[in-house]
Structures are given as structure tokens and as C-alpha cells.
């Protein structure tokens, strides 16, 4: 049996984001979103999670470009100028040469769980903004965390590769998967559950309808994630927050009629992460 989880991530990170979710999932495929905590529009989106009962939540954990929910001066090593680290690499800089404190890592990813809680979210999963959740020396805090809130799956960002890819793209992926590799034994005594492949990636703001159909397509027997990142097109917030400009196309991607028809055709089962 072929099960599918369409992911959408970045749930609270602005207003358009929220509401494109929301369109995906009663006109599309969605079954499933991550919500940002520390996202701006965190409660708009959980007040919409709660009229969509059907839509899976989880908890999109972040450590970069944001404010975090806690106080900036409680976590000095993962912050600068108040916000959370500026990107990836600086978050792995400051890993490697032990400038991060483990503890200020676990005391924001707990503040951002507790605060979906909060706000209504029974977290069915947990995964990670940017991915950064899968880095040694995160990974396996977020399994400390998951254990302590009950929550019992997780994202493993590593999948085949459908469709061309540029090079950066390419190098990307690879990369993020030996990262999640490398992270395999804490998933397996964990216990967490995962889905068996993950798909998106390489199409991450250009999913388009084509795309969702060839993994479709494609998808053998077993569970599936496939991430997307679909919006309300808004130049102001794209402006703002430096990202979106796929937002609106991964949304019509998600909402086609013929995606919904080749989901139907192939018989594959749409689930979210509480089904797993």
C-alpha cells in the first residue's frame, strides 16, 4: 500500500503562508503542516489549525534568522542582535568549535514546543526549519524533547531524487542526507517513527504541478513524505521576510485538479504523521 504525508512547512511564519496551508489542505492534498512557534503569525495560524481539526500539526523547530521565543540574553551562544543565529552555517560554526551551549539549544526548541502547546497544537511530529533539526549535536536533543512532550515521529530528510536539479541543489542534498546519516543510530533507539522516503527537496520554491505528479508517480509501497512550501502570493511579505517567491506556485501545484486525480488513480492513501 502506497501512504503519502504532504508536508507544508513554515505554518505561523506570515499571514499568506498560513492561509495558503489552509487552502491546500481543503482544496488540495496537504494532510499535514509544521508550525513555526516563533513564527509571526504563530497564533494566527494554530487559531486556524484549531477550525481544521483534519490538518496533522507539528512543530517546526528553528534555531536561525528568528526571534526566539525565549529571552535573547537567556541563550547568548545561539543569538546575535536578538534574533537566532543568521543561517545555517553559523549555527554548524559555532557547533564545531563548541561555541554553541547544548543547553541554551534545548531550552529554546523546548520554549517552542511548549509554546505550539500553548496555542492549542497536539505536536504530531517534529522537524526543523532549514532542516537544521537532523545536525549533530541538535538531533539528538530533538529526540530528548520529543521523548518528554510524547511526541513520536519525526522528519528524515533523505529520499530519492526526482527531476533535474542544479548543481548547488545537488551538492545541497547530498550534503543533508549524510548529515540525517550520520544521525541514524539516536533515530533508531530512539524509537521514533519516520516515514521510509522524503521527496521535495531538490524542488524546494519550484514545485509545480508536474513535479508532485512525477513523485506520485513514482512513489513505491510504503510511507512517503513530501515537503512543500505553498502561500498566498503577497510581494510584501516576500519583501519582507527575503522568501516566497514560489510560495503561490507550490500552492497551485498542491491544488491541481490532476494531482488530486492521480492521487485518486494511483489509490495512494493521504495520511498525516499521527497515522504513522
Same mark, same amino acid.
Given at each position: ?25 481543503? %482544496? ?14 504563530? #497564533? ?26 525565549? %529571552?535573547?540574553? @537567556?541563550?547568548?551562544?545561539?543569538? @546575535? ?19 554553541a551551549d547544548r543547553r541554551e539549544i534545548k531550552a529554546e526548541l523546548t520554549a517552542q514546543v511548549k509554546r505550539a502547546i500553548e496555542l492549542g497544537i497536539n505536536p504530531?511530529?517534529? %522537524?526543523? /526549519?532549514?532542516?537544521? /533539526? ?13 521523548? #518528554? ?77 513530501l515537503m512543500c512550501h505553498p502561500g498566498l502570493r503577497d510581494d510584501e511579505a516576500v519583501q519582507r521576510l527575503g522568501w516566497g517567491d514560489g510560495w503561490q506556485g ?13 492521487? #485518486? /488513480? ?11
Open positions: 500500500m502506497k501512504r503519502l504525508i504532504v508536508n507544508a512547512d513554515d505554518f505561523g511564519m506570515a499571514g499568506p503562508v498560513d492561509l495558503g496551508i489552509i487552502r491546500g489542505h481543503r %482544496d488540495g492534498i496537504i494532510t499535514s503542516a509544521s508550525l513555526l512557534a516563533g513564527g509571526e503569525s504563530a #497564533e494566527h495560524a494554530a487559531s486556524l489549525a484549531r477550525e481544521n481539526p483534519t490538518l496533522g500539526v507539528g512543530a517546526h523547530l528553528c534555531l536561525t534568522g528568528m526571534i526566539p521565543v525565549l %529571552d535573547a540574553s @537567556k541563550i547568548p551562544t545561539i543569538t @546575535k542582535d536578538g534574533r537566532l543565529l543568521p543561517g545555517p552555517l553559523a549555527v554548524m560554526s559555532r557547533l564545531t568549535f563548541g561555541l504530531t511530529h517534529i %522537524d526543523g /526549519h532549514q532542516h537544521l /533539526h537532523v545536525m549533530p549535536g541538535v538531533f539528538p536533543i530533538v529526540v530528548e524533547i520529543a521523548r #518528554e512532550f510524547g511526541i513520536r515521529a519525526v522528519r528524515f530528510p533523505a529520499g530519492p531524487s526526482m527531476g533535474s536539479m542544479t548543481i548547488a541543489r545537488a551538492l545541497e542534498k547530498l550534503f543533508l542526507e549524510a548529515l540525517a546519516g550520520s544521525q541514524g543510530k539516536h533515530l533508531v533507539s530512539s524509537g521514533m517513527k519516520r516515514p521510509e522516503r522524503f521527496y521535495g527537496l531538490a524542488e524546494t520554491g519550484r514545485l509545480d504541478a508536474d513535479a508532485v505528479m512525477r513523485i506520485i508517480k513514482s512513489l513505491p509501497d510504503g510511507t512517503s513524505e507550490e500552492l497551485e501545484a498542491v491544488t491541481d485538479g490532476r494531482v488530486k486525480s492521480l492521487v #485518486e /488513480h494511483t489509490r495512494a492513501e493521504l495520511i498525516s504523521f499521527g497515522q504513522l
